[in-house]
């Protein structure tokens, strides 16, 4: 059975909560490995401190409060 994991990707300081916040990756890594393929498939990217964020009312792309912003590209 393949696992997920939540892998830190990048240290940034938030622009909005102004202290050190991690960007966030859920990782999907399967059972087997096949020749040519990728290690692990991301499935999701979030932040540390993206439900403070996302209930103070900020339009950040990591909170989920800004629809035209791509979550899946990092900063």
Not at 4 to 26: A, G, I, P, S
Not at 54 to 61: E, R
């Amino acid at each position: 059975m393949s696992r997920q994991e939540w892998v830190v990707v990048k240290d940034k300081t938030c622009e909005f909560q102004k202290h050190q916040v991690e960007q966030l990756e859920l990782r999907l890594y399967p059972t087997d490995f096949v020749d040519g393929a990728e290690p692990y498939r991301v499935l999701a990217r979030k932040c540390s401190d993206d439900i403070a964020c996302n209930l103070a009312g900020y339009p950040c792309k990591w909170a989920f409060t800004n629809p035209a912003a791509d979550h899946f590209a990092l900063d």
